[in-house]
């Protein structure tokens, strides 16, 4: 599923139009996007939270020329699944 998809989905199970559907999944996105910039944890009940993990700055080699390099510290989002979410992914159906 893509951003489009989401869009149409919305619009399809509210009745929106399809600018005001595009405008709240516009704004939900951008609002964890501003959360996550603050340094804010996302947690959406049942599905998973997303958070920023800091990485400390490393000597690393360039796979190229094998020169050492000096990388620099960052900030990445890490996504934590929920427990729910993982249960509906991994479900197996039973034969009877």
Do not use: H
């Not at 944890?41 to 796979?63: D, L, M, Q």
């Amino acid at each position: 599923m893509n951003r489009t998809d989401l869009i149409d989905t919305l619009r399809k199970e509210t009745g929106l139009s399809k600018s005001k559907s595009e405008q709240v999944v516009e704004l939900f996105f951008d609002e964890m996007s501003k959360a996550l910039a603050a340094g804010d944890r996302v947690e959406i009940r049942y599905f998973c939270s997303i958070y920023v993990k800091s990485y400390k700055g490393y000597a690393g080699r360039n796979p190229k020329t094998g020169e050492p390099v000096q990388i620099k510290p960052k900030k990445l989002p890490f996504f934590k699944c929920g427990k729910e979410l993982k249960e509906r992914v991994d479900y197996k159906e039973t034969k009877i």
